[in-house]
Structures are given as structure tokens and as C-alpha cells.
């Protein structure tokens, strides 16, 4: 008969039960756990906070390059715009036949411009001539009264600048003995002044780099009897002269 005995098995000793506090931690891209209390949180490396700050230094530099890169060909864009490539620099010196002495001009010549600085001369004011043959306007600027006048280019009477080149070189050379007549023109200033904003598509960029410190005026040609006396007001008004080539000297009465 066999006896059935009860088998006693004793508890493992090495084996110890989970304390209820214990947090169990999975450790990713090689961060140090660190224990605080019963919570464990991630510390990161020196190196990655390091490289962090390295990437940041290197996009703001990046920043800074694109701003810089982009104000300077913008500046060097407005530059070449505004510019103009002469042809020819120099003066040129013709005889008035109302003056005992030589009208004596600084003049710069491209294709399709004509800059013509002219000191002030017996009665006349110092001034600037423009004359812009691709878009057909001439530009009076005293640089003395900070004023520009607009008026349009009177091809008649002044020649393309090749043919200014043309006397220009044929003066130097003796070629040419100018006595040109003198051509008087009067007009009235048409106010209001012209906007600042207006000017570049008006009159191109050039034009309105020329006059940007100055006030613009366009002017209207018109006939003035100096015997009335409502027309006398053009003796305090202003007055230019300027050879732009050709057969005449332009003088200009400005009704202000």
C-alpha cells in the first residue's frame, strides 16, 4: 500500500519580489539615468549640448551671410542702374556773339545721354543739362536753388550726341569755327511740384538719382511780352544758357 507523503518545496532565496516604488528606466541614445527620489530622469551629454550650440552659431552666421550678400547686390544693382558709361569726357569752348568771352562746358556723352555742366555766365545761373534721348527729355538742374526743371527734348535744335562728338572732335582739331546763334526760349514753371515717387517712372533712374535732393518742376513754353506789365515778372525770374551742339546757343527764361 502506498502511502501518499506531502512533498515540501522550499521558496527560492535568491529570488526577491519587486518593491512597489521601483520604476523600471529604458536608457536611449547613451543618456546616464540619474535617480532623484523614486523618479529617474535623463541627463544628456557635454558633447551633444555642444554640438547643439554649434549648429546654432553656424545658422545664425548663414543668416547674417544671406543679409549682407543681399543688401550689397542690391546697392551694386542701384549703382549700375543709375550709372552711365561715357563715351566722352572733357570740355568744350564756342564763342557767343553776345558776350566778349568763350561759353566754356564740362560735357559727358554716351549713346543716349548728354550731361553738360555750365558755369554761370554773364547773366546766366550755373546749371546742369540733361539731355535724355531714349526716353526725349531734358532736365535744367540748379544745384544753387536745389530745383529741377523737365522739359521735353527739343530735337530740333539739339543734335543727337554723335553729332556733338562730331563738332566737339572738329573744334579740338580746327576743323570747325563756330558762331552760333543765340536762340532764346521762355517758360513758365507748372506747379505743383512733381512726387519723388513719380520721378523714376517718368523720367528713368538716372534722372532721378540727378534730382533726388532737389525739388521738380515740368515746365511750359510759352511767349512773354516784356513790354506789358504783367509779363515784367520774367526780368526776376530764371535764366540758362547752354551750347548742346549744332548751330545754336539755348538760352532758357524760366517764369518762376
Known sequence: MTIPTTQNIAPDSKKTPLKPDAVIVTVTDGAIPEKVGSQTQARFPQRQRKRGCMKVTMLLFLLLGLVFTTLGSYYIFKSTRSSHRSRYRGTCSIPVRSSQRNLTE?????????????????ENDEATFIHNFEREISVIKDDTDKVCYMLPLDTEKIPQPQGFLDIIYGLESGLYLLDPETIRSDYQVDHPALPKADIPFLYGDYIADACSNHTSYTLSERSFDLSTTTDIMIMFGKKYVVFPGGQFVLQYHIRL
Request: hydrophobic share 40%.
Open 106 to 122: 564740362k560735357v559727358e556723352i554716351d549713346d543716349q545721354m548728354e550731361v553738360i555742366n555750365v558755369p554761370k555766365f554773364d
